[in-house]
Every structure is written in structure tokens, then in C-alpha cells.
């Protein structure tokens, strides 16, 4: 099997634990409410503390992939988040659960930048697009298996709900597969001396802005779902049920967009998602019981719309120098994360004090706004060899 077939499968498989181990808490709000003595807003900044983690990860780990290279660094953000998810597990305090959580969220940041990275250098040319769909769809692909999970423990959840977070500890596996199958990545052509990341803030700052609202509008739906989507008529198993499909649908469109940008225009497509995720929020969070019938379909078409996602951090790497790739993929979209998380703790903040119902059309606009400057960002970008930042890019490598 060629390199980058095992690079793919590598960055897949940890890109795929690194989002279970993120969303398993999601399932659980009701349980650690009730064992921790807390509230929504507490569970809710728990599940954000992970976020803010990969924020501080994509920093850290972002300069090592920039020096170090990206095997090492993806071996230990996987390592270290899936060590973490058990020390979760048992956790006998607060304290330590929200500090587990954590320092889960920095290894997971260190996993995306390297896993993502590594995958896009080590792919052909002609497959770079569609690789990087592959290894987005790891995200659709373990929220699936958080659902499958759900399912499986559900009847005995309230007194399991320990040994269903130490099924986080699985993704340890992908360590030393990578250790032994992805040879050590090589920078060529590069001159560090002259790259900086002056030259690409813009790119950043545009890339950071869609990352944001994407997430933000994300979490505003999924975060929230399992535990709301009673308040609408769902009941608890189909809730399992569609978590895993709406997962496997994400999984697809990651794919499929990462396809269909080797073809078109990445704004296009950035922006067409956005625009059915706008439109499909509204009634898959319906906050008039006269559109519960639509809610199912129509959360499968927002997830098809957040399947764009990948081609922001994709549209970012091909217009960078490789030597400043890493840091500034990671703290582009693990910044995005953290302002998904921290949306998601002002909701769970607001739904404590207006309850479920009041939340529903809270979430509506938070996912209209969100990403409305998905749009209007993703309308301003140039073309790739307009880009000042990529003539910037291929005069150091000249």
C-alpha cells in the first residue's frame, strides 16, 4: 500500500476518535448533571473546555508540526486524548473532570493540525481534495459511532455512563499504527528564513471567520440535540438513530465537497453550503410545534450543508508556504472550534434561564448569523492565483 494510502487512513482513524471522544459528553448531559451536582451551563462549559483545548493545541502543537514534522506530533495529540478520555471516565471530582477535559481538548487540537497536514503533503496533487474530504469525513464517521454507542449503552446508561465515556480510550490504537506505517514527513524546497506569517493574515483571518461560523452554527444544532430534540417529539432512541445517520451523511458530504472543490470553485462551494444549512436550521430546530414533521429531514440537509467545512482549511493550505502550514491551519480552525464552544456555552447559559423551548428559536438565529458571515466572507475570496498570499507562497519557493 503507498504512503499516502496509510497516511490517510492514519489521519482518518485519529480525526475520527479525536470527534468521539469530543461529543461522547453530549449524550451524557442529564447523568453528569445529576452524579456532579451541576447545570446546563456547567455541563455546557465542560463540553466547551475541549474546545478551548484544541484552541490552545493548534498553537503548540501547530509550531512543533512546523519543526518536528507531522508523525510525531499526530502520535501524541492521539496518545494524549485518548489517555485523557479515560482519566474522564473515572473521574471522582469536578475538578479533575473539567481538567481531564482539558488537556484532552490541547492533545486534540495537536492530532487535527498534524493528522490534516500530513495527509495533504503526503497526497498526490491530483487527490489532494479528495483526501482531505476523506479525512474531514473521520468527523461524520465518529459522531456515527457516538449514536451507535448511545444506542448500545442507552439501556443502562444511567448507571453506566462511566464505562460508555471509557470507550474514548479506543482511538489509542491509531499511535502505533501510524508509528510503524507513516515514514517521517520531508520539507523540501522551502526556505524557512523567508516565510512568515505576515504575509498571511488575510487568508487566515478569512479562513478563522468561516471556521467560526461554521462551528458555531454546528454545535448551536448538534451540541444541543440530543438532549432537546425531546422538547419536539423525538424520542430518546431516535434521537441515537438519527445521530448516527445525520453522522454518516456528514461523513459523505465531506467527501463529496472535497471531490466537487477539484472541480469548482471552493467559495462556491463554501457558500452553497452554507446557505442550505441556513435555510434547513430553521426546521430542523423548529420552534413552532406546526414544523415538527419537517425536523428530520431536514437536519440530514443541514448536515449535507456543514459537509463544505473541509474546503475552508483546504482553500488555507494551498495558498500558504508548507513551512507556516501547520501553525496556521491549527489555530485557524481550532480557533473556530473555540468560538463554537464558546457560542455553545452562551446557549447553555440562555436555556437556563428560558428553558428548552425558549432555546429553540435562540438557536434558529444563532445559526442564521453564523453562518450569514460564513457567506459574506466566503464572497470575498479571490481567485487562488490572485491571491496575494499564494504570489507571496510561490515567490519564496522560486
Known amino acids: 500500500m503507498k504512503t499516502y494510502?496509510?497516511?490517510?487512513?492514519?489521519?482518518?482513524?485519529?480525526?475520527?476518535?479525536?470527534i468521539y471522544d469530543l461529543t461522547l459528553l453530549t449524550y451524557i448531559y442529564t447523568e453528569l448533571e445529576r452524579y456532579f451536582h451541576i447545570d446546563l451551563l456547567m455541563v455546557s462549559l465542560l463540553f466547551a473546555l475541549g474546545l478551548i483545548g484544541?484552541?490552545?493545541?493548534?498553537?503548540?502543537?501547530?509550531?512543533?508540526?512546523?519543526?518536528?514534522?507531522?508523525?510525531?506530533?499526530?502520535?501524541?495529540?492521539?496518545?494524549?486524548?485518548?489517555?485523557?478520555?479515560?482519566?474522564?471516565?473515572?473521574?471522582?471530582?469536578?475538578?479533575?473532570?473539567?481538567?481531564?477535559?482539558?488537556?484532552?481538548?490541547?492533545f486534540m487540537g495537536?492530532?487535527?493540525?498534524?493528522?490534516?497536514?500530513?495527509?495533504?503533503?503526503?497526497?498526490?496533487?491530483?487527490l489532494k481534495g479528495t483526501i482531505v474530504g476523506i479525512v474531514q469525513s473521520g468527523y461524520?464517521?465518529?459522531?456515527?459511532?457516538?449514536?451507535l454507542a448511545y444506542v448500545l449503552f442507552l439501556p443502562v446508561m444511567a448507571a453506566d455512563w462511566r464505562f460508555f465515556l471509557l470507550?474514548?480510550?479506543?482511538?489509542?490504537?491509531?499511535?502505533?499504527?501510524?508509528?510503524?506505517?507513516?515514514?517521517?514527513?520531508?520539507?523540501?524546497?522551502?526556505?524557512?528564513?523567508?516565510?512568515?506569517?505576515?504575509?498571511?493574515?488575510?487568508?487566515?483571518?478569512?479562513?478563522?471567520?468561516?471556521?467560526?461560523?461554521?462551528?458555531?452554527?454546528?454545535?448551536?444544532?448538534?451540541?444541543?440535540?440530543?438532549?432537546?430534540?425531546?422538547?419536539?417529539g423525538v424520542s430518546h432512541s431516535m434521537v441515537g438513530i438519527m445521530m448516527i445517520v445525520t453522522s454518516l451523511v456528514l461523513a459523505m458530504s465531506f467527501v463529496l465537497f472535497g471531490r466537487l472543490s477539484l472541480k469548482t470553485r471552493k467559495k462556491y462551494l463554501i457558500i452553497a453550503g452554507s446557505a442550505v444549512s441556513m435555510v434547513s436550521a430553521w426546521f430542523a430546530i423548529p420552534f413552532s410545534s406546526s414544523l415538527d414533521m419537517l425536523s428530520v429531514p431536514a437536519l440530514i440537509a443541514f448536515t449535507v450543508g456543514v459537509g463544505s467545512m473541509p474546503v475552508v482549511p483546504l482553500l488555507l493550505m494551498e495558498r500558504v508556504n508548507p513551512v507556516v502550514r501547520g501553525i496556521i491551519s491549527g489555530?485557524?480552525?481550532?480557533?473556530?472550534?473555540?468560538?463554537?464552544?464558546?457560542i455553545s456555552i452562551i446557549l447553555g447559559f440562555i436555556g437556563d434561564i428560558v428553558g428548552f423551548h425558549g432555546l429553540l428559536l435562540i438557536i434558529d438565529i444563532t445559526t442564521l448569523l453564523c453562518l450569514a458571515s460564513v457567506i459574506i466572507t466566503g464572497a470575498s475570496i479571490k481567485k487562488l492565483k490572485d491571491s496575494y498570499a499564494y504570489r507571496l507562497y510561490r515567490n519564496i519557493e522560486d
Not at 478520555?85 to 473532570?97: E, K, N, R, Y
Open 331 to 342: 489555530i485557524s480552525y481550532n480557533f473556530g472550534a473555540l468560538f463554537g464552544g464558546v
Open 140 to 147: 461524520g464517521i465518529g459522531y456515527a459511532l457516538t449514536g
Open 5 to 18: 494510502a496509510h497516511a490517510t487512513i492514519s489521519s482518518t482513524g485519529a480525526w475520527m476518535g479525536n
Open 110 to 126: 495537536g492530532e487535527w493540525t498534524a493528522g490534516t497536514v500530513m495527509s495533504y503533503e503526503f497526497a498526490p496533487q491530483n
Open 167 to 232: 470507550t474514548g480510550i479506543i482511538p489509542l490504537i491509531i499511535a502505533p499504527y501510524t508509528m510503524f506505517k507513516i515514514p517521517s514527513d520531508k520539507r523540501q524546497g522551502v526556505v524557512k528564513e523567508r516565510a512568515s506569517l505576515k504575509g498571511y493574515m488575510k487568508p487566515f483571518i478569512k479562513s478563522s471567520i468561516m471556521m467560526s461560523g461554521f462551528f458555531a452554527a454546528y454545535f448551536s444544532v448538534f451540541s444541543f440535540y440530543p438532549t432537546i430534540a425531546p422538547s419536539f
Open 54 to 106: 484544541r484552541f490552545f493545541g493548534g498553537i503548540i502543537f501547530g509550531s512543533l508540526n512546523d519543526t518536528m514534522g507531522s508523525k510525531p506530533v499526530m502520535i501524541i495529540g492521539t496518545a494524549g486524548y485518548a489517555i485523557f478520555a479515560g482519566i474522564m471516565a473515572f473521574s471522582p471530582t469536578v475538578l479533575i473532570l473539567f481538567t481531564a477535559r482539558f488537556i484532552q481538548g490541547v
